[in-house]
């Protein structure tokens, strides 16, 4: 999601490029944009210069929507949050532990929608410290690096030649 939101400036942005970008398999990218899609986050453009552009501006995406949409689960209790801890012999079903993990997981989850994608791309660009056009590297000349000569010693091979 970051690398569609630092890109989508220049159109849509293909799923491949992604993939090639971020070394993520295409068909596993395909599975989860068809998902963003479904809860619009994300918008698909067909056809010749197709891809996807974000559906909605990065400072109204949060890092929870986007894990959420992805059916990506936010717990840490064993009993994934159903209250039926493997092995507890407590009245209530849970085991001792249990409101430790369910009160991070409500932290995580705030936490996780304090977030925006655009707090992210903000983060990923001053982390390159550079603006987020890529530069032209074409126009540049190419770095020539000087040839060394070997020194011709009295175990040269080109010694032994002239004698």
Partial sequence: MIDLALRQEQGPVTLAGISQRQHISLSYLEQLFGKLRRHEIVESVRGPGGGYN??????DVTVADII????EPLDATQCGGKGSCEGTKQHDGHCMTHELWSTLNQKMVEYLDSVSLK??????RSRE???AVLRDRRSEAPAVEP???APKGPNSVFNMAGS
């Fill in 54 to 59: 974000l559906a909605r501006r990065a400072e």
């Fill in 129 to 131: 410290g550079a603006p």
């Fill in 147 to 149: 040839v060394r000569v």
């Fill in 119 to 124: 707090d992210l791309v903000d983060q990923q």
């Fill in 68 to 71: 959420i949409a992805v059916d």
